[in-house]
């Protein structure tokens, strides 16, 4: 059972270039979550999905878009990336209200 | 919106002191609280959770409280130890199931 598995671990951008992090979730979750994490900083919210086929703005939205392709999946695409989107980035998944938050591994990304 | 602040930032207590983590949450819809911890490095992990219909929860050395007329809950670690140093996030699920997290308590523990 691998729970929430997150790709890539490490990425480098330059500035203006794109990429998706792609995230999966196995233990049939409805709601999906990203998070951004700054060095020393909190957990804060980009996107969240409350289950298959919406999406809605966190605290942190700008620069980022997100898909949720099926179920299973939520993906977070940044279009053009900018330095103040270095970051460790988290996403999780859980039936809320019922179950805790699951955080996949994470993603170092780092834009020069 | 849902908006959870935590506090305090830092928290330095000596082997087998207790430490406590204070948050409050702004949505009175919220109903479920859990705490996370978060070692170097790795990803968060709940530790402990409660839900509006409890006002108190105990695992251990941990335990949480809830007061929802004055919408804050609590984390009590007592009889710490070296390996509870970690960073600990509070959080609330509001409306639409958006969950919202605290911005951390670095807690260090010291032999």
């Known amino acids: 059972n691998a729970g929430v598995t997150q790709t890539p671990k490490f990425q480098v951008l330059k500035t203006g270039q794109s990429m998706t992090l792609q995230c999966a979730q196995d233990m049939n979750h409805n709601s999906m979550y990203w998070y951004r994490q700054d060095p020393g900083m909190g957990l804060r919210l980009i996107y969240y999905s409350a289950s298959e086929g919406t999406t809605d703005k966190g605290e942190v939205p700008n620069g980022y878009n997100v898909s949720r392709l099926n179920k299973r999946e939520f993906s977070l695409r940044l279009e053009s990336a900018a330095p103040s989107q270095t970051s460790v980035y988290f996403c999780?998944?859980?039936?809320?209200?019922?179950?805790?938050?699951?955080f996949g591994q994470g993603t170092r990304l780092t834009v020069v | 919106g849902e908006n959870v602040e935590q506090h305090p930032s830092t928290l330095s207590v000596q082997e087998g002191d207790s430490a406590v983590i204070k948050c409050t949450y702004s949505?009175?819809?919220?109903?479920?609280f859990p705490w996370y911890k978060q070692e170097l490095g790795k990803r968060p992990q709940l530790i402990i959770d409660?839900?509006?219909?409890?006002g108190e929860k105990k695992d251990q050395r941990i335990a949480v409280t809830l007061n929802k007329t004055a919408k804050h809950f609590s984390l009590h670690i007592t009889e710490t130890q070296p390996e509870d140093s970690a960073v600990y996030f509070c959080?609330?699920?509001?409306?639409?199931?958006?969950?919202?997290f605290g911005a951390g308590t670095r807690l260090a523990v010291h032999p």
């Open positions: 999780a998944s859980s039936e809320p209200r019922v179950t805790e938050a699951f």
């Open positions: 409660i839900r509006s219909n409890v």
């Open positions: 959080a609330a699920i509001g409306g639409y199931n958006k969950l919202i």
């Open positions: 949505d009175s819809a919220s109903n479920y």
